[in-house]
């Protein structure tokens, strides 16, 4: 019987995982994170590339049947290649009389990227959305061409925007090394919080809506409706215009990705029916165990172990 298997380049998948085992609690999990080599934020598209597709690969040896890049980064740059050039020589029938229907057991790589876009357009009014994400997902320019695409088919939006959709981005490269180090509510993530918001909104501020779109990024959630909300840190003159954030939808991606994977577990039995019910979760690192079991027991706020292996 098979596992789910969840991969982030560190912590931040910790919250894609946890909303994942809220929605569909009956599974067993195989969380991996490349702690070791995080963050991939700041990497190119073929370092990216090859750790990702070598995580994949750890976790199907260790009999995952879904793969849930619980990482935007590795989703931007690495999903498509890993579909279309990876899988499908790993699910071509093999003459192997012991393995049962056609020979081999289907397995497949799910991102988080598409599930987000696919709320945007029911959350914004005013059709001006931000993206805040790692410098490589904002190079990657997967979240304009997602929501571009979804934004074609739309009569309206809420507001009457016309189904157009404005799109800014802004690159945040501290904040997944501030949490990786743990540090996520110190002064000086308050600081770069600040400085990324500010940064963002002088792009456009007419957003409404701003799409965490790394999963680290829930990690400084509190900051960021802090600064939103209660003008932490503001200072009106760095603005052109006075401008008003309280009103800011954020948008964090655990819940939305938790449903989309219930929903296609439902339309995909041929996966569902592989994976076994026994409701646990193991976690491996790259890096030292103990202390990647310290740092998730803090994020998950209950107590874990977590294995060390080396990927190649
Ligand atoms: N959690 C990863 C993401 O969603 C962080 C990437 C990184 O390691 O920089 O993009």
């Not at 397995?107 to 001006?128: D, F, M, Q, S, Y």
């Not at 401008?243 to 929903?263: C, P």
């Amino acid at each position: 019987m098979a596992k789910i298997g969840i991969f982030d380049s560190g912590y931040g998948g910790l919250t894609i995982l946890e909303a994942i085992r809220k929605e569909l609690p009956e599974y067993d999990y195989l969380y991996l994170g490349d702690n070791a080599r995080a963050p991939y934020g700041t990497h190119s598209f073929d370092v990216i590339y090859r750790y990702t597709l070598q995580a994949v690969k750890y976790l199907f040896e260790q009999e995952c049947a879904l793969v849930i890049l619980a990482c935007n980064t590795a989703s931007a740059k690495a999903l498509r290649t890993i579909q279309q050039r990876d899988l499908p020589p790993m699910n071509k029938p093999i003459p192997d009389p012991s393995l049962k229907g056609n020979g081999c057991l289907p397995v497949n790589v799910l991102g988080v990227i598409r599930p987000t876009v696919e709320a945007v357009p029911g959350i914004t009014k005013t059709g001006h959305v931000g993206i805040l994400a790692t410098p490589a997902t904002v190079s990657s320019e997967s979240y304009v061409l997602e929501l571009n695409k979804i934004s074609e088919n739309l009569p309206s939006l809420q507001g009457g925007a016309g189904g157009r959709l404005f799109i800014s981005q802004q690159a945040c490269p501290m904040w997944v090394p501030l949490i990786e180090a743990g540090e996520h509510h110190s002064d000086g993530a308050k600081f770069f919080v600040g400085k990324y918001l500010r940064e963002i909104l002088s792009k456009d501020p007419q957003i409404d809506t701003l799409v965490l779109g790394c999963t680290h990024y829930p990690l400084l959630k509190e900051k960021i409706e802090g600064w939103l909300r209660y003008h932490e840190e503001i200072e009106e003159s760095e603005f052109p215009v006075a401008i008003h954030t309280e009103h800011i939808q954020i948008i964090s991606q655990g819940t939305l990705v938790a449903e989309s994977l219930k929903d296609y577990l439902k339309r995909h039995p041929e996966y569902r029916e592989q994976l076994s019910l026994g409701g646990t979760c193991a976690y491996l690192t790259t890096e030292n165990a103990n202390r990647f079991a310290q740092s998730a027991s803090i994020f998950l706020s209950a107590p874990v172990s977590a294995e060390h292996i080396d990927l190649e």
